[in-house]
């Protein structure tokens, strides 16, 4: 069965997931706003799964799986970013929760996908998932480290050397700064290079996903299937100039 199947284009200006995962050798989770399928062999492996909140990243391993593979091409997609915290927070829950559902559906007979993926890419599906979920879900572990660094008591106060704790506070710092460096780095470019100022916003960032993947932990318990619908146009209707264009394409998905 093998073939290509998935023609994927790198979405905006500057390499993301997608991107990185083609360029490593690893599995493409096959991004939802712009992929080209063959439409014969995405029948053969029964099409989208209608349960999985991100169908499209859980189709990406599929593939894999079954001797397909995805190929990028060297185009760039523009994708509007939701503009407002309490619709951001629904959106990126909806796609932590279908990540949760991805990985404990495949990981449900993990020798057999250690099979078919081969070592590197079973290597790269686990690398995948688990630093997606875990840098939301033990965030607040490592921002306690900060109580450290201001000379404050912490949790872990006799339970771990000085040492060490300070050692670990002083790398967790580091993170830090390594993580607003990326950040610079990644928008120097000339279509980016607005955002520059936006760059040290990132610390807001990681709260609202530590809500976000808190939410998603709960509904992938008591709600699995429940899609969190997402509302486009907000970035167009708060420009005057193209209210009636924007009204006219405001949507849900």
Known sequence: MAGALLYHRIRGL???DDAGDAASGFCDP???HDPVFRRDALQALGGWDAHN???DADLGFRLARHGFRTEMIATSTGEEANCHPLPWVKQRSRWLKGYMVTYLVHMRAPLLLL???GPWRFLGYQTHF???LSQFLLAPVLWSFWLVLMGLPHPLDGLIPEGPLIAMARLFLLVEILTIATGLLAVSGPAHRHL???VPTLHFYFPLGVLAVYKALYE????????D???HGHSLLSRPRHGLLARAFTRRS
């Open 14 to 16: 500057v390499p993301g």
């Open 30 to 32: 096959a991004g939802g």
């Open 53 to 55: 909140v991100t169908e």
């Open 115 to 117: 099979r078919q993926l």
């Open 130 to 132: 688990i630093t997606a």
């Open 196 to 198: 520059l100022f936006w």
């Open 220 to 227: 992938l318990i008591f709600a699995p299937f429940f899609w």
């Open 229 to 231: 619908k997402t509302a």
